[in-house]
């Protein structure tokens, strides 16, 4: 069964860290792009980050703080989120490629991101 597992979220402080992880089971996510994508509450899902063979990508509100990277041999790829602000506190998902969040017919559960004194 194909299926990617989000993990690693929780409760920050603003301008802490946290790394989230997306762990692939039933298929080799070495040569697929992998998406994060985020759903903040009351707001529709978008795009953070992705990572393919190309490179990487992050959407505006994030880059310089956010960064993506894929550990091949875990099977797994990592968002590592540094000086988190209240605004990131979304649920965070990965998916494979990187397409318009609308095009996506299933998501994961996610994991909770808060950020918050």
């Known amino acids: 069964q194909v299926q990617l597992v989000e993990s690693g979220g929780g409760l920050v402080q603003p301008g802490g860290s946290l790394r989230l992880s997306c762990a692939a089971s039933g298929f080799t996510l070495d040569y697929y792009a992998i998406g994060w994508f985020r759903q903040a509450p009351g707001k529709e899902r978008e795009g953070v980050s992705c990572?393919?063979?190309?490179?990487?990508y992050y959407a505006d509100s994030v880059k310089g703080r956010f960064t993506i990277s894929r550990d091949n041999a875990k099977n797994t790829v990592y968002l590592q989120m540094n000086s988190l602000k209240p605004e990131d506190t979304a649920v965070y998902y990965c998916?494979?490629?990187?397409?318009?969040?609308?095009?996506?017919?299933?998501w994961g559960q996610g994991t909770q991101v808060i950020v918050s004194s």
């Open positions: 998916a494979i490629d990187c397409r318009d969040p609308n095009e996506y017919d299933y």
């Open positions: 990572i393919s063979i190309s490179g990487t």
